[in-house]
C-alpha cells in the first residue's frame, strides 16, 4: 500500500474510531467530530484521490444524509448516528456503497449480540428502546468500505 493510502486509512480510522468509543461510552456522537470528519475529508479525498473521487464521495454523502435523516425520523438512529453515517460516507465512493452496508450490516449484528450478552450480564432488560451504540458498526463499516476499495491497493485488483 501507497504512503497516502495508508494515512488515509489511518486517518479515518482514528477518527471512525473516536465516533465510535464516544458512542459506546456516552450514547452520543458530537457534533464537533462530525464536522472534523466532514472537513477533514473534503481535504483529504482529494488529496489522496483527485476531484474526481471527491464528487463521489459526495453524492455518497447526500444519499447517506438522506437515507440517515429517514432512520431518524422514522426514531431508528439518533441523530448524530445519521450525521456520523453521512459524513464516513463522504471518505467512501458511491460505487463502494454495497461494501460500506455490508460492513454495517455485519458489524451491526455482532454489536446487537453483543450487547444482549452485556445486558444479560448486567441483569438488565433489553428494550427496543435500549441505546444501541450504532456509530460502532459505523465505523466499523466505513473502515471496511475503505480497506475493500480497490483504489486503495489493498488488495490484489
Do not use: E
Amino acid at each position: 500500500m501507497q504512503t497516502y493510502p495508508a494515512a488515509f486509512l489511518a486517518v479515518f480510522s482514528i477518527l471512525a474510531l473516536i465516533g465510535a468509543g464516544l458512542d459506546l461510552r456516552r450514547q452520543i456522537i458530537p457534533n464537533w467530530l462530525n464536522l472534523t470528519i466532514l472537513v477533514v475529508g473534503l481535504i483529504a479525498v482529494p488529496l489522496v484521490f483527485g476531484w474526481t473521487i471527491l464528487l463521489w464521495g459526495l453524492l455518497h454523502f447526500i444519499a447517506a444524509l438522506a437515507v440517515g435523516i429517514a432512520l431518524f425520523a422514522i426514531g431508528v438512529w439518533g441523530g448524530g448516528d445519521a450525521k456520523f453515517f453521512a459524513v464516513c460516507a463522504l471518505w467512501i465512493p458511491a460505487w463502494q456503497t454495497a461494501a460500506y452496508l455490508v460492513g454495517l450490516a455485519l458489524a451491526g449484528l455482532v454489536l446487537l449480540i453483543a450487547w444482549y450478552f452485556w445486558s444479560l450480564a448486567r441483569g438488565t432488560k433489553l428494550t427496543s428502546k435500549s441505546p444501541l451504540p450504532y456509530g460502532v458498526a459505523i465505523a466499523i463499516g466505513g473502515i471496511f468500505a475503505i480497506v475493500s476499495n480497490p483504489l486503495m491497493g489493498v488488495w490484489p485488483a
